[in-house]
């Protein structure tokens, strides 16, 4: 014991002082803080969101201008594009305005009277401007529109609020178990869960990568000869294992950690943008709160953390088994392909789970090894499978990490020492049918 918890303990240290763990660290955190921090770092460049947009207008109709100010400002909130204007009504002629905004960004609304549509529009500007507020202008003014052609028809007033008001949807769900507050937590949860599983997808992927490597590396320099004469192929085998799930588990909590530095560099840097993220997770936390969903995170999150750490320790198992019959890297790469392509596919599953809702093919995947960790957590999310069925996927990971263990390990002993370049498969297949324990 104190031979494996020292090869441990040496593996884990390795990774951790090496160059290449402090250098990827460093680019996780600044990519990270860039990301969450980006408008912060175009404004320090030069950029502005928060930009005034002057707007002047034309309105030869007499009539359009406060029709067309107060829909901007409307379908500004509305659409969420907070741009920040500076509306003028014109008492110049349009030759005067195109010569005034010449050079700057200010942008010319020319509102003319028109036989056949009642007013036409000219967005006059000198230099190209965005899709986006284009296109906010131009729902603006076709807005504007039809609320000075219903005025020009004579209806009056309260009809013709009736007329551009939204119209009123009320929400019906005829099954009894079905409640509209899911249902938004479902498209919720549709966009915030793949988000949060993919980090566990990609450390996956690295510690399959990891894994493949160390051992390789240890098989083409032959050290393997020396540790495997000093320790037993179990201890080694296990202190891989372990060594490398821990220097996993702590780079997600290290990944963790950057997205908290992250936002409070963005408190700290600008209060404004910090406020509107409080004030997103304040609404998400709300609508969790509202539809009795907080209270299923009490089991959810602990489920979902047995079912990562036992997949992790899956994928570990099957990576080392499977390098310890190869003799290079190039072999690995091979062999590992297909680990990558399960594991990817569960990722999409995972995904793509509101898709499938009341399949029992979806339901039975739920429970096959290296899919359950991806899959279980969504389906448990959105509510198409329960509590029993991730603990049926707790159990039976449990179940094949002991197969693993049991009947790896013999491939692994023999395996570790053997440079053969015959098949790998047969050589799999003859060191499980050993008889060697």
Same mark, same amino acid.
């Given at each position: 014991?104190?031979?494996?918890?020292?090869?441990?303990?040496?593996?884990?240290?390795?990774?951790?002082?090496?160059?290449?763990?402090?250098?990827?660290?460093?680019?996780?955190?600044?990519?990270?803080?860039?990301?969450?921090?980006?408008?912060?770092?175009?404004?320090?460049?030069?950029?502005?969101?928060?930009?005034?947009?002057?707007?002047?207008?034309?309105?030869?109709?007499?009539?359009?201008?406060?029709?067309?100010?107060?829909?901007?400002?409307?379908?500004?909130?509305?659409?969420?594009?907070?741009?920040?204007?500076?509306?003028?009504?014109?008492?110049?002629?349009?030759?005067?305005?195109?010569?005034?905004?010449?050079?700057?960004?200010?942008?010319?609304?020319?509102?003319?009277?028109?036989?056949?549509?009642?007013?036409?529009?000219?967005?006059?500007?000198?230099?190209?401007?965005?899709?986006?507020?284009?296109?906010?202008?131009?729902?603006?003014?076709?807005?504007?529109?039809?609320?000075?052609?219903?005025?020009?028809?004579?209806?009056?007033?309260?009809?013709?609020?009736?007329?551009?008001?939204?119209?009123?949807?009320?929400?019906?769900?005829?099954?009894?178990?079905?409640?509209?507050?899911?249902?938004?937590?479902?498209?919720?949860?549709?966009?915030?869960?793949?988000?949060?599983?993919?980090?566990?997808?990609?450390?996956?992927?690295?510690?399959?990568?990891?894994?493949?490597?160390?051992?390789?590396?240890?098989?083409?320099?032959?050290?393997?000869?020396?540790?495997?004469?000093?320790?037993?192929?179990?201890?080694?085998?296990?202190?891989?294992?372990?060594?490398?799930?821990?220097?996993?588990?702590?780079?997600?909590? !290290?990944?963790? +950690?950057?997205?908290?530095?992250? &936002? /409070? $560099?963005?408190?700290?840097?600008?209060?404004?943008?910090?406020? *509107? %993220?409080?004030?997103?997770?304040?609404?998400?936390?709300?609508?969790?709160?509202?539809?009795?969903?907080?209270?299923?995170?009490?089991?959810?999150?602990?489920?979902?953390?047995?079912?990562?750490?036992?997949?992790?320790?899956?994928?570990?198992?099957?990576?080392?088994?499977?390098?310890?019959?190869?003799?290079?890297?190039?072999?690995?790469?091979?062999?590992?392909?297909?680990?990558?392509?399960?594991?990817?596919?569960?990722?999409?599953?995972?995904?793509?789970?509101?898709?499938?809702?009341?399949?029992?093919?979806?339901?039975?995947?739920?429970?096959?090894?290296? !899919?359950?960790? +991806?899959?279980?957590?969504?389906? &448990? /999310? $959105?509510?198409?499978?329960?509590?029993?069925?991730?603990?049926? *996927? %707790?159990?039976?990971?449990?179940?094949?990490?002991?197969?693993?263990?049991?009947?790896?390990?013999?491939?692994?002993?023999?395996?570790?020492?053997?440079?053969?370049?015959?098949?790998?498969?047969?050589?799999?297949?003859?060191?499980?049918?050993?008889?060697?324990?």
């Amino acid at each position: 014991m104190n031979k494996f918890w020292f090869l441990t303990g040496t593996n884990l240290k390795k990774k951790l002082k090496s160059k290449w763990f402090l250098v990827i660290n460093i680019i996780l955190l600044v990519a990270i803080v860039g990301i969450i921090n980006m408008d912060s770092i175009i404004k320090a460049f030069g950029g502005d969101f928060n930009k005034t947009s002057e707007i002047i207008v034309l309105d030869q109709t007499e009539l359009s201008y406060p029709i067309f100010e107060k829909n901007l400002q409307y379908f500004n909130d509305t659409l969420g594009t907070e741009y920040t204007f500076d509306i003028q009504k014109a008492d110049k002629s349009r030759q005067e305005i195109e010569e005034e905004i010449k050079d700057t960004d200010t942008v010319m609304i020319l509102l003319e009277d028109d036989e056949t549509s009642y007013i036409k529009a000219s967005i006059i500007s000198d230099s190209y401007i965005d899709t986006i507020y284009y296109q906010l202008l131009y729902q603006a003014l076709s807005s504007t529109k039809t609320e000075v052609a219903f005025s020009l028809t004579n209806i009056d007033s309260e009809e013709l609020q009736k007329l551009t008001s939204d119209i009123s949807v009320d929400r019906i769900l005829l099954s009894e178990d079905k409640n509209t507050e899911e249902e938004n937590m479902e498209m919720i949860m549709g966009t915030v869960f793949p988000t949060v599983i993919l980090p566990f997808f990609i450390l996956v992927i690295f510690l399959v990568q990891m894994i493949g490597a160390e051992i390789n590396e240890e098989k083409q320099t032959r050290s393997m000869e020396v540790i495997i004469s000093n320790v037993s192929p179990k201890a080694h085998f296990f202190s891989k294992v372990l060594a490398s799930n821990a220097f996993v588990l702590l780079q997600g909590a !290290l990944l963790i +950690l950057y997205a908290i530095i992250a &936002l /409070v $560099i963005r408190n700290y840097l600008n209060v404004e943008s910090a406020s *509107s %993220i409080t004030s997103e997770i304040s609404n998400v936390w709300n609508s969790l709160v509202t539809s009795g969903f907080a209270d299923k995170l009490t089991y959810i999150i602990p489920l979902t953390l047995i079912l990562m750490i036992l997949s992790f320790l899956t994928y570990s198992l099957v990576a080392g088994i499977l390098a310890s019959m190869t003799v290079s890297m190039e072999d690995y790469q091979q062999i590992q392909t297909p680990i990558m392509m399960i594991c990817l596919a569960g990722y999409y599953l995972a995904i793509m789970a509101g898709m499938f809702e009341g399949s029992t093919f979806i339901r039975i995947l739920s429970y096959v090894p290296f !899919l359950s960790c +991806l899959l279980s957590p969504a389906l &448990l /999310v $959105i509510g198409q499978i329960g509590i029993i069925d991730v603990i049926i *996927s %707790i159990i039976v990971l449990v179940v094949f990490n002991f197969v693993l263990v049991r009947y790896g390990l013999k491939v692994y002993k023999i395996g570790i020492l053997n440079y053969s370049t015959d098949k790998m498969w047969k050589k799999i297949l003859k060191a499980v049918k050993s008889k060697e324990v």
